[in-house]
Structure formats: structure tokens, C-alpha cells
């Protein structure tokens, strides 16, 4: 066992230096967003950057902001909206624009309406590429002038978040021709930041902050401008309506392939239909190619990285769906595994990451977070779903390559994990500037007790002693597997004794729940929190206090309507408008669901499936965001949104793929070559679904899901089969 070490001292400032400051919402601005690879773009509804404007906007390749304004003026003015959007895959942004009228009173030169313009934008290897199409609907000739304002501040993701800095880098600008521009920032990483600015045709004024075409447009007559903005493109040549097309194919083929590797969905409802495909679509486009397979980065604008505990309960709700995702997540984890002490990142010998950034400022340390390890249920989380992917597809071989780092996680929960020795693995600051919460409430007023004060010392988390017994069983059947039987007997005991100590130490009786944490001196924080669902994801709850858990969460005070609130309206820190207090979390929602299935309690499961189906109805695009208001539900009203809420978020898209699994008891087991469907019910909403492609080991099945006798309860029918694999039907 470690030698205990004291934590941060009390003393010490909350670290909320990393918050995201948020003076206005986002959503005044009705954000657009595109990703690709470790580039996203965030862009109004016209599809303008400006960061003058809205601060968070711009295209931003590996944490920095190489574009902060691509600004469209048509006669000096800025057009008027007609429509955009996002299309369904998340390839491509088409924005459709007008004139407003062009002069006042008697004066007005230009009516409204007669110039139309489209702009279709596409991201591909850090490079925002758009083509403008401008059409003349006037009967008369008319001569345009088209104005784009361009500028690139090179902030650091987090700057824009609202971190201060002392001293920047340099920044310079020029015009390399008539059709290019150049601006440069070295910054004191002593790391040269190039964006490059191209159009094609050149326009007839060019500088380093504007470029300016002037258009002659016969009527009906219609002109296409094409453009490249970005880091400079891995491809030789300029930017031409050829290469634009082909740029955009790639772009399209590149999200349709990775979308294959999906079980594919579909229901009756045509609504939840479209909630699906924009889940999967956000899946696909969040999944980025590492050198160690796909990994779900976390969300945009903020988290477009890899996180730890994102990319982990990720791929585990969408493990029936396509168990290469969690692959690529084991494997990336495995190569970043922490092999030895660093206070300055919360780093210990077997824990996995929390987060890795690659901007200027985490490579000066002025941020902790280039390999951050301030996380305490990445671990157990990372040793989980090992397992559950081996369950999922028998691949042992990916086990025995990770079982190195399953021992080494093994080893930090036992002894870094557990410094004390009490059985319970607790998480503490080693850092001033490093996260003061590190479950997955990670703000810094998310753990308290019952009167408002908050957790102090090294706190153990309800779902982490949850996650650890899983981590521990899931363990023992790895071990069972590769014939180590005594290692898989000792793990299996320290699952049991680990079960009786958390119902001894963690059930609230007067609350009928389990408590939120237990501080530094071993007293529970006695609150109502979405947490204690959480105990019933790996089956750590004992079945009768699994069933009290569920009705405390699903009554009024934690049940906004919606969905389970992180924190019920009776406690003290309560706050429907509060990132971890009393807001609604899809993901939360969707993890506390599989808990419910787990135990049978399907009427839960569908309860809270009804509540974020409804919501994912009022969501612009059907996108179910990071998070939202815990506002209760109000008859004709729609849900109330957070405003610096992340859309897509990674985990938040996986909800819906989660939930379908809770309610349908979906298990795949290779080694039985079998996928079982556990008491499956479906919500009233949904008569029934058809998934195509389910895998199990080398056989795949097509079933049909179908809802009978005007009940929840479901009927299963097998379409399609191939391989070994066969559907069982457990009632």
C-alpha cells in the first residue's frame, strides 16, 4: 500500500480559473458547428465568424483559434437570413442569404429580395473550405460589391474560455499574391501558427484583412466564388471549384464510411427516427482517427479532445453499436497510461487520462492540461469496459495485449486509489491549478452536504466505489479467460467486501438513497443526487435498495419531467440554472437507465426514455446537448437550455443509442454467440423499431421490435442471420 499523503490543504482557492465564462449565451447567436478531425468550426447562423462579436466563434485546429472572423458584406451590408443548417450527416453547412433594401426612403437603389446567395462550407483537414453562389433575380443588370473580413487572433481554446494571460506571442500578416493571404503567429511556445487565406477567382482588392470582389450580374445570371481558409492543406494547389468538389466528397465519404460500422436503427416514429440520426451523425463526426483507433472526442466548442472519462462511458453506451470505438478508446488510454508521480498533472503510476490538450498554453504549462490525470473514475472506468468489450466480442486478444495496464489500474485503485486503506477509493487536489472535484461533477461546488458546506479532504464518490466493483468483477472474468483462476478468485472477493463496506458506509436510510460522497473524516454528504443511479450500472446495490433509489429519483423532486436532475429541488445547493446542481444530464439520465434495466425495473427505464425523447423534439436539429435546465416540465412549454452547454457533446449523443439498449434488456455475449433480449419494452411513443446489423463475435442478426397488446411489452422477431449468432428472448 502507498504511503498516505495529505491533501491539498483546505486553505487553498477553489480552482476556478478554468470555468467557462459566459456573459452572454451562445445561444443569442445561434451557432452552427462543423468538425473534422481535431479542427471544428463554430459559426452564426449565417455562417460569419466573429469573434468581436461572440466570442466563442471561429475555426480552431489543435486548441487554437486560426480563424476568429470571416465576415460577408454584400453592398456593405450584411445580408439578411433566409435559412441554414447543418445537413443530416454534419458534412456540409448551407447558409441561404438576401439583400436587405439598399438606400433609405425615396433613396433605396436596391429593392430587398433580389440577390440571392448560398454559401456551402465544409471542413477537411484543418481548412474550412465554402463556395458562395450569388444569383441575380433583379430584370435589370446590376453590379455587386462582395466584402469578406477576415482576421485570425490565434487565441488558446483556453483564453477564449476566459483565462487570462500575461503575455502573448507575435502575430504578422501579408498578401503573398492577388488570391492568398498569409497570417502568421509565433507564439512562446516558440511554435510558428499559420493560417493561409485563398480565393478563387482572385478578387479585385485583396489586404491582409479584407478581400473585396466586384460582380456584374446580368439577370438570372449567377457567379460562384470559391474560398479556402485554415492551416495550410495537405494537398498541393489552389483552391478551384474542382478541388473544392472533390475536397467535399472526401469530406462526405469520410463520415459515411466510419457511420457503416453502426448498427443501423429504425422506428415508426418518425421523429425519434430523425432524434437517432442526428445521434449517430454526432457520433460519427466526434470520432476522431488516432494512431490507436477511433476516440469519441468529448464535444464542442470546449472539449474537442480526448477525455478520458468521456471517451469511456462513450464507447460503453454505444458498445452494442460498434465495439471498435471502444477499442480504439482502450488502446489510446493504454499508450497514455500514467507510469509514474507528477503532482503538477495529478498524475500516479496506473491512472488513466483525463484529458490532453495541445494549444500553446498547455504546451507552457500555463494550463495543467496537456496530459492531465485529474480524474478518479477513469481507472476503474478503463478496467469496465475492457471487459465489457470482451464480453461483447470475445476478443482476447486485445485482452491479453491490455491486461498489463488492466493490472496497473488495478494496482493504482489499491494503493493511490485507496490511500487510507479503508476500502474506499478517493480522489484530492495534489495541485493548486488542478481540478477541486474529479468525479465526473467536477465543478467546484458540486460535492457538499446536507446544509450547503462543502466536501472537504479526500472524498469517495458513490458511482466510483460503483465503477470499482464492476472494474474488480469485469477483472475476474478477464483473469477466468486467460487461466489465472486465483487471480480471478481474489478479485472476486474484493468485489464482495467492496459491496458489503459500500452498503454499510454509503446507504441513507432517511433518504432512501445512497449518499452522495463521504468527505475527508468519513461523514456522508446525506443529499439527494442523480450519483446514487449510478450505483446501479454495475450492480453493486443490494436489489431492494436498488428499487428505493429508483423511486427517490423518479419522484417529483429529482424528476423534473424531463429527466433526473444532477442534484434534487429539496437541497440546499439546489439550482435548476447549475452546471452540476440541479441541471439535467442526458448521459447521467442514460447511465442511471442501464442501472434500472439492470434490475428489471423497465417502467423506470421508459419514464425516463419518454422525458428526453420529448426533449430531444424541442432541440434545434434534434440534438440532444450537453446538458439543460432542470426547470420542472410545463405543459406546451419546451425545455430551458444551459447556456454554454456544449452541442454535440459526445456522451450526450450516445443517450439515445443507451437508452434503446435499457428498455429492449439488449446484451450481446460472444463467447455464448448469443444476443439476448432481457424483458425488452419499448416507450409509447415508439410501436416499433428494426435494428439491422447487430454483431456478435463473426455472426450479425437483423431483428424487428414490436410492441403487443397495446403494452409496453415486446415481441422480437429475427429478419436476418449470419455467422453463429443467435437472438434469445428472456422474459
Not at 459566459?22 to 478531425?37: D, F, I, V
Not at 468521456?310 to 507510469?339: H, I, K, S
Request: a neutral charge.
Amino acid at each position: 500500500m502507498a504511503t498516505p499523503t495529505s491533501p491539498v490543504p483546505a486553505t487553498l482557492a477553489p480552482a476556478e480559473a478554468f470555468h467557462i465564462a459566459a456573459a452572454a449565451s451562445p445561444r443569442e447567436r445561434n451557432p452552427r458547428t462543423l468538425k473534422h478531425g481535431d479542427s471544428f468550426a463554430v459559426f452564426d447562423a449565417r455562417g460569419d465568424l466573429d469573434a468581436s462579436l461572440g466570442e466563442f466563434e471561429g475555426l480552431y485546429h489543435l486548441d487554437t483559434r486560426i480563424v476568429s472572423r470571416m465576415r460577408l458584406l454584400l453592398n456593405g451590408q450584411l445580408p439578411v437570413l433566409l435559412s441554414s443548417t447543418v445537413q443530416d450527416d454534419n458534412a456540409l453547412f448551407s447558409a441561404d442569404l438576401t439583400n436587405g433594401d439598399y438606400g433609405r426612403g425615396r433613396n433605396i437603389v436596391l429593392r430587398r429580395e433580389l440577390i440571392h446567395i448560398n454559401r456551402l462550407r465544409f471542413l477537411l483537414d484543418g481548412t474550412c473550405y465554402e463556395r458562395l453562389l450569388v444569383r441575380n433575380y433583379h430584370d435589370a443588370p446590376l453590379h455587386l460589391r462582395l466584402t469578406l473580413l477576415f482576421a485570425a487572433d490565434f487565441a488558446d481554446l483556453f483564453e477564449v474560455r476566459g483565462t487570462s494571460r500575461a503575455q502573448r506571442g507575435s502575430a504578422t500578416a501579408a498578401c503573398d499574391d492577388g488570391a492568398r493571404a498569409t497570417l502568421r503567429y509565433r507564439g512562446l511556445d516558440e511554435v510558428e501558427r499559420v493560417t493561409a487565406v485563398e480565393f478563387d477567382p482572385a478578387p479585385q482588392r485583396l489586404e491582409a484583412t479584407l478581400a473585396e470582389f466586384e460582380l456584374d450580374l446580368q439577370p438570372r445570371e449567377s457567379r460562384r466564388l470559391f474560398l479556402r481558409f485554415g492551416a495550410e492543406p495537405r494537398a498541393a494547389g489552389r483552391i478551384d471549384g474542382r478541388s473544392f468538389y472533390r475536397g467535399m466528397r472526401s469530406a462526405r465519404h469520410g463520415l459515411h464510411r466510419a457511420g457503416r460500422q453502426m448498427t443501423g436503427l429504425e422506428s415508426g416514429s418518425a421523429q425519434f427516427n430523425r432524434a437517432w440520426r442526428r445521434s449517430t451523425a454526432d457520433l460519427v463526426m466526434l470520432i476522431t482517427d488516432t494512431a490507436q483507433g477511433p476516440y469519441p472526442y468529448a464535444g464542442t466548442p470546449w472539449y474537442n479532445t480526448a477525455f478520458g472519462r468521456d471517451g469511456l462511458l462513450t464507447a460503453l453506451m454505444m458498445l452494442w453499436m460498434d465495439p471498435g470505438v471502444a477499442r480504439g478508446v482502450l488502446r489510446f488510454l493504454a499508450a497514455r497510461q500514467a507510469t509514474e508521480a507528477d503532482p503538477t498533472r495529478d498524475a500516479e503510476p496506473g491512472k488513466i487520462l483525463h484529458e490532453t490538450r495541445h494549444g500553446e498554453m498547455a504546451r507552457l504549462r500555463e494550463v495543467p492540461f496537456g496530459l492531465y490525470y485529474g480524474s478518479v473514475d477513469s481507472t476503474p472506468l478503463f478496467v469496465y469496459l475492457l471487459a465489457e468489450y470482451f464480453r461483447a466480442t470475445g476478443d482476447i486478444e486485445t485482452v491479453r495485449e491490455l491486461w498489463p495496464n488492466v493490472e496497473a489500474a488495478l494496482g493504482w485503485i489499491d494503493n493511490h486509489g485507496d490511500r487510507d486503506g479503508d476500502g474506499f477509493v478517493e480522489y484530492y487536489r495534489q495541485t493548486r491549478d488542478g481540478l477541486d472535484n474529479q468525479g465526473w461533477k467536477d465543478s467546484f461546488d458540486a460535492i457538499f452536504h446536507r446544509d450547503g458546506s462543502p466536501a472537504r479532504g479526500a472524498i469517495a464518490l458513490c458511482e466510483v466505489q460503483a465503477y470499482v466493483y464492476g472494474a474488480k468483477l469485469g477483472a475476474a472474468a478477464m483473469a477466468a479467460a486467460m487461466d489465472r483462476p486465483e487471480q480471478a478468485a481474489l478479485l472476486r472477493r474484493q468485489a464482495e467486501l467492496l459491496q458489503r463496506r459500500f452498503e454499510a458506509a454509503f446507504w441513507c436510510e432517511r433518504l432512501s438513497t445512497y449518499a452522495l460522497a463521504l468527505d475527508g473524516d468519513k461523514r456522508p454528504c446525506e443529499v439527494v443526487a442523480s450519483n446514487a443511479g449510478h450505483a446501479l450500472l454495475t450492480g453493486i446495490a443490494l436489489p431492494a435498495h436498488a428499487r428505493r433509489v429508483a423511486q427517490t429519483l423518479l419522484a417529483g423532486p429529482s424528476f423534473s419531467g424531463w429527466g433526473i436532475r444532477t442534484v434534487a429541488l429539496t437541497e440546499k445547493r439546489y439550482n435548476p440554472m447549475a452546471y452540476h446542481n440541479g441541471s439535467v444530464w442526458p448521459h447521467d439520465n442514460a447511465l442511471i437507465a442501464l442501472g434500472l434495466a439492470r434490475y428489471g425495473l423497465k417502467a423506470e427505464v421508459t419514464q425516463i426514455f419518454q422525458g428526453l425523447a420529448d426533449a430531444a423534439g424541442y432541440m434545434e436539429l434534434k440534438r440532444l446537448p450537453e446538458l439543460f435546465c432542470g426547470f420542472a416540465r410545463r405543459r406546451r412549454n419546451a425545455p430551458t437550455l444551459y447556456p454554454v452547454a456544449c452541442a454535440p457533446q459526445a456522451w450526450a449523443s450516445a443517450a439515445i443509442p443507451a437508452l434503446v439498449q435499457a428498455c429492449l434488456g439488449l446484451q450481446v455475449d460472444a463467447l455464448a454467440h448469443e444476443v439476448r433480449f432481457v424483458a425488452p419494452v419499448l416507450p409509447d411513443f415508439l410501436d416499433s423499431l428494426v435494428l439491422r446489423g447487430l454483431r456478435t463475435g463473426d455472426g450479425e442478426v437483423d431483428v424487428r421490435v414490436r410492441r403487443f397488446n397495446g403494452g409496453a411489452e415486446c415481441a422480437i422477431a429475427l429478419e436476418r442471420r449470419t455467422g453463429a449468432a443467435r437472438v434469445v428472448v428472456l422474459h
